[in-house]
């Protein structure tokens, strides 16, 4: 059975593990200090062309989630999030056991607008008797495969700073939103139009691994005591950095993304060639074909992947994702099976 | 101005503050030892008909449902609450400032019912990635003025049992939900068919105060450090037991309950009587008439009420609520206003 | 039985009771927007002598210790106490459940002293692996009994500011502080030289109520939000401001602190003039004589008192506390009783 | 500059890597369901002997304790730990961030027993006004390098057990612990005389990694919940699984807990030769000499250690500490460097 059903069921780009295995036995101080750390940051910063960032690098999403969240808000402060958003459908709670809440906003794609947040500070003005909004949660890409424009973001980040509230984006698919071609956003320019974003490590490439940017360090000049105290500062935090080191060398974490996104671009032109529509556009790296029942389950046999919607008796919507790793003969044999499935 | 604006616009009954002044210099032992607050809990075990339960006086609504949810919910469970809870929309995070989220249900009526709960179970079962539903919080009377009758509480409680969750009653107006004649429940009822559920007092007489029964001692054994520890346990608890003592000698919360829905039902009644509907069934204390805004402009002059919702151009909903000290002459004055705005 | 073990026996001042009375069915908005609050706020602010100041009304002292720590502290942030200080002796872990460490000072009297701190702050350098020390927490007067002279306020003041803490003052007994005639400090001292502290009114002569003063407005500009998170904004907030308007009326709770010292002194002059010596100076309402346990025991039979500790097989220290509400007429009868039990 | 400072210092154990890159690109299900983890869930079992454990890996100790003392603590318990304890001395109020108050007990050589915890208990009985203690936190090797005996273990088990509180050892350094000719304490002993316990792999061999071992299933049967909450559920959880599988074939954890001590004996040995004493007997991988200011000056422009406390003008104890990659060259290096510097 082959897995289209995450990003994550292999290891790490083996330049990575050539990487560990070339530095294993250097000495080098912990807690984050290592050398390797510090290239990874100075690369990052080129590629942020923002040197007044600050970065730090953690081991997973929800711990980013709640470390960003915890550090930013006040006791009596909301971050606002699609409905859908990682830190309210998939997190555990982990927001609200840092005592806030999070404010949601149903939306059809997985995006906050500027109307609908609105809407939200609207329902969030009777003070003191609810939570004050403070804080835009969006991920990019999205839960659901969408992805931010260049002005859509423009406009939210313009958004934010008229009224007062921080812009952070969830970045653990952020190299697919990048480098998908209807995308116009640029790692820099991320660093002028959200307050703090992470580049997502572990659904790219790494064995685990996001970097959080701070595009103001003075947004959070005791970041590092927060990290420690919610568990998130790896004794041996050379583990972080040489990966993203090795991940911004020549492009890598660029290339990785561009074949996750290629390889589900593949299947989903050979699905619309047979005819089958979307749930929404095929954008990333995430696709949500309709097909009919009886192709799914022959699919089934060989493929894993998440049943995502039924629509009727005979019809469903399944999600596909590929990542990094995703083998293109598979991809081919996949298109092969689902030909022979409809036929 | 007169106020229909709230429920605790004034102090406290008479007999209140006459036994303060009775009592006051008798010495006492603090933190709720004292004899008052003894005999306030005796006499409440007698309605309740439940000498195993557990019961704890503290001053307000948003403290006493922090505390039921902080000492009885697991860092991983949540609480299930109509999107109209007044955990939800009044209590500025104070179940997620605990480290809980609250999780909502839309609703017409404020009320909880079985098949709305069971799709939220399900819609919260990607266990370990989503919070644990555990809790089922309702409010009787609810914050737009329905009420839980016998057959839907048992129904709720059957439902809770089998599904192992518990059942927690909001009760700060829990007088006017019982001595509605639409209602068929009892205290002794919510003894049986909730797990706990507080009887409100700073809605119905008291200067402060709220009685938390846990209807089995077992449920929350050091209950005690956690009224400690969350800032609820007055050094003279005997202001609270007083209160309570009073409220419950001669069924003294019952006419007070009963007062404040009579007055509002009269003036119901009235307002019926020319012709205008309501946004639901007035039934306790809290009714929301659809008014002409021309009618409502010229009451606003003389009365303060909250102006709800617009339904269009011309017409809008108000809110009135009535409470134990509503005098009757006044309502009969904004009747006979409102007739004279209608003409 | 008469009740030296505390000084929350009784109710509250006459006066109280009798304006609770007199303004009972005036109607008036809640939480704390009621024109008495408003009135007492003023009232307090003069005595201050600081217009700059923001006051808000809690229902006690737990209360107050962990809205102020948890509005004012960020999450790595840490307050330092004495080990004897009510916040880490008396409040079941209030301030840790709101998430910060407390660094205990070990002291001979219940009194912070810079070197001691400047210790502390030694043992807590190693970033980021250790909380941050913000901010001094200290009682005035003390938990056992001892107060903080001008001087001593003003050197502790300017530490703090040289080593950016915040300084907070518990003022539980702070009517017995000021009034001593040990001090020589006023509520404008108070004012100049903390950041933050409390007027304690259950302790003298209310029913509950401390009033918490922000020196400067900017401190806390929205703890409004916090009071109502936690569960302390009260429905019926006249409750409050009508205490403190009485309190700060014609100085009485100036004369109800003065009247508490004096019979505390009264008794230690008896026992100071039969050769008894003291654990520490008696200085404020509560005393610790050194007595033979003949004595004690002999006591034991007509009084409550708090067993402080055993000095030998034959002697033992003890408590005695007296409060605004004490008898002249039986600490006379205590004096006779003790010179009886020593002859 | 060799670094003797912590032993955290390198990478990982080659075994290790070898197996990252073997497995690298098998797909496996993410969040710990992969086939490692299973495997060295089986093999950790066999080690305990107890198949009615349940094992959680995670990434560090501090997210280990927290996790640990989140998910078994009420709201108003408290964890007993040494003054020395790595809780209370190095992980940023983890503790308190989560709610709990721990309790502190002056030690000499970091370990705790009955007397130092019957004498806190003493202290924390004025039930509800102080927390409750429940649990007692232990690290085996100590933060200062001492271990417990099995006869140390079982006394602290069964004075545990009498009085209703959880034991929890942390076992950073576990492997040095147990491996020491000192240790009479097996793996199994750990899973019968402790509740709850860790087996430290980032201190021994592996990238960073620690095995969680409730030895009662039942003890937090829905931990997997509060992984997930606190960011420590990684979505490759495969690379902790494959380490501790690799750590435990063929006894490897121990072989290098054992190397790590052996480099530190001898150390010792050489340094007692010499004539010199140690704040306390070299057992573990941490030493901790006295030796002369000059020489501590001379060795210190070769090897970096960390200099623990003067002694005198002259004299000062340092700390060494070694690990599983300590390269014996270099510590037959040092000897020879210390002699000279005596000489």
């Known amino acids: 059975m082959y897995n289209f059903r995450n990003d994550y069921s292999e290891g790490a780009h ?19 200090d290592d050398v390797y750390s510090e290239q990874a940051k100075i690369l990052l910063k080129k590629h942020l062309e ?65 109307q609908c947040i609105e809407a939200a500070l609207k329902n969030y003005q009777l003070r003191p008797h609810i939570v004050k909004p403070k804080m835009v949660y969006i991920s990019n890409a999205t839960e659901v495969g969408s992805i931010y424009t260049k002005a859509e ?43 703090v974003f992470y580049i997502g490590g572990t659904k790219n490439g790494a064995l685990l691994g996001e970097a959080i940017v701070f595009n103001n360090q003075s ?3 005791e970041f590092d005591y927060v990290l420690k105290q919610k568990g998130a ?26 074949h996750a996104n290629q390889m589900a671009m593949k299947m989903a032109t050979a699905i619309s060639a047979l005819g089958f529509g979307f749930l929404s556009e095929p954008v990333t790296n995430q696709i949500f074909p309709i097909l009919p029942k009886k192709v799914i389950e022959s699919l089934a046999n060989k493929y894993l992947f998440y049943q995502w919607k039924e629509i009727d008796a005979e019809t469903a919507i399944i999600r596909l994702i590929t990542s990094w790793a995703t083998d293109e003969q598979v991809v081919n044999e996949f298109i092969a099976d689902l030909q022979q499935a409809v036929n």
């Not at 969830?170 to 939103?177: S, Y």
């Open 14 to 32: 083996p330049n990575i593990l050539q990487k560990l295995i070339t530095t294993n036995l250097q000495q080098q101080p912990g807690y984050g």
């Open 50 to 114: 923002n040197f007044n960032a600050a970065i730090h690098f953690v081991s997973g999403g929800t711990q980013t989630n709640l470390l960003v969240i915890a550090a930013l808000l006040k006791v009596h402060e909301a971050v606002i999030s699609a409905h859908t958003g990682h830190i309210f459908s998939h997190e555990t709670g982990a927001i609200e056991a840092v005592g806030h809440r999070i404010i949601t906003i149903e939306t059809t794609n997985g995006k906050l607008q500027q």
């Open 153 to 195: 973001l423009i406009a939210l980040w313009e958004f934010c700073q008229t009224n007062n509230l921080l812009l952070f984006m969830d970045g653990a698919r952020l190299g697919n939103a990048l480098m998908t071609p209807k995308s116009d956003v640029t790692l820099a320019d991320l660093s002028k139009y959200t307050d």
């Open 219 to 221: 947004l959070a000049p």
């Open 233 to 258: 500062l790896l004794a041996k935090g050379r583990l972080l950095g040489i990966q993203f080191l090795e991940l911004f060398t020549n492009d890598l974490y660029f290339q990785l993304a561009t």
